[in-house]
C-alpha cells in the first residue's frame, strides 16, 4: 500500500472511501440493529407463547381434575386440547395436551380417538413423551382386543424410567394371548423393576395372586 505523505490526501482519501462505503456501512449497522431487535423481539414472543401455552395447559388439567366428566365437560375439554395443539403445537404443553386427550377419548369409549392423540403424540422429539405415548397406545390396543399389537408396540425404545409399567402392560397382553407363564415373568419383573427404581406399582401383586389361585384351583 502507498503511504499518505500529507494530511490532506489522508482526508481526501477518507472522503473517497467513506464515498464509496459509507452507504453499504450504514445499511450494515442498521440491518445488524434490526437483526438484534428481531432476535430480542423473538425471543420475546417465544416467551410469550409459552406462557399462554402453559396457563391453557393448566386450565385444561383443573378442567379434567377430580370426578369422572359427563359427555359435555369432556366436549369442552376436548375441544380445549384441540385449540392448546392448533395455537401452541411445538410445545411440551400441547404433548402433554395429546396425552390428556387420549384419557378423555377413552372416557367417552372412543378408543380411534385415543389412537390417533396418542399416535400424534408419539410424533414428539422428547423421548420420555413418546415412551407415554407407545406405552399407552399399547394399553388401547390391549382394550380393543389386539394384544400382539400392544406387544409390538412395546418393543420401541421406551425410556428406562417407565421399565416397570411396561413390563406390567407386557404381561397384560401375554396374559390376553392366553401365555399365563410369559404373563407371570413379566409381571414379576414389573414387580421388581418398580422396587429397584423405587416406584409404586399397583395392582400387579393383585394379578399375580389372581393367577396363583386360578392355577391352585386347576
Do not use: C
Amino acid at each position: 500500500m502507498v503511504e499518505l505523505r500529507s494530511e490532506e490526501e489522508q482526508l481526501d482519501a477518507v472522503k473517497r472511501w467513506w464515498k464509496e462505503n459509507g452507504m453499504s456501512l450504514i445499511a450494515g449497522a442498521v440491518l445488524a440493529a434490526a437483526g438484534v431487535f428481531g432476535w430480542n423481539a423473538w425471543q420475546n414472543y417465544q416467551q410469550g407463547q409459552a406462557e399462554a401455552a402453559s396457563m391453557r395447559y393448566q386450565q385444561l388439567v383443573n378442567m379434567t381434575a377430580g370426578n369422572e366428566l359427563d359427555e359435555e365437560q369432556l366436549a369442552s375439554a376436548r375441544e380445549m386440547v384441540s385449540e392448546l395443539t392448533d395455537e401452541h403445537g411445538n410445545t411440551l404443553y400441547a404433548e402433554l395436551a395429546l396425552l390428556l386427550d387420549a384419557r378423555l377419548a377413552v372416557q367417552q369409549g372412543n378408543l380411534e380417538g385415543a389412537r390417533t392423540a396418542l399416535e400424534n403424540a408419539a410424533d414428539s422429539s422428547r423421548r420420555y413423551v413418546q415412551s407415554l405415548a407407545w406405552l399407552r397406545l399399547a394399553r388401547v390396543e390391549l382394550a380393543d382386543g389386539n394384544p400382539t399389537q400392544a406387544l409390538t408396540l412395546l418393543d420401541k425404545p421406551i425410556s428406562d424410567a417407565l421399565a416397570a409399567q411396561r413390563a406390567n402392560v407386557r404381561g397384560d397382553a401375554f396374559f390376553a394371548q392366553g401365555d399365563t407363564p410369559a404373563a407371570r415373568d413379566a409381571w414379576e419383573t414389573a414387580l421388581e423393576l418398580a422396587q429397584t427404581q423405587d416406584q409404586p406399582l399397583y395392582g400387579v401383586q393383585f394379578k399375580l395372586d389372581d393367577l396363583g389361585a386360578e392355577e391352585a384351583t386347576q
